[in-house]
């Protein structure tokens, strides 16, 4: 049976990055709450920066440009389909 993904709050991942804050190792975060660490590195991260743990939020200028560039490529391929 595969391992089925699981999605944590914004509350829960905030209260993590404040855990790490406030001095408890990432260790310890990983083994307690059963996490990955490489999810409470990226939520670190976030934290960090921008404060927010949306992936819209965190997304760079670039990113959001290459995003908006390829919807309009979809959108073009479509009209030139009809």
Do not use: C
Not at 36 to 58: C, M, P, V, Y
Request: no cysteine.
């Amino acid at each position: 049976m595969p391992n089925q993904r699981r999605t944590f709050t914004a509350e829960f991942k905030k209260q993590m990055v404040l855990l790490y804050e406030n001095g408890k190792s990432r260790a310890d975060l990983v083994e307690e709450y059963g996490l990955t660490g490489s999810a409470l590195d990226r939520w670190i991260k976030q934290g960090q920066t921008t404060g927010s743990f949306s992936e819209k939020d965190n997304r760079s200028p670039e990113e959001n440009e290459l995003l908006t560039l390829r919807k309009e490529v979809q959108r073009l391929k479509m009209e030139n389909d009809i």
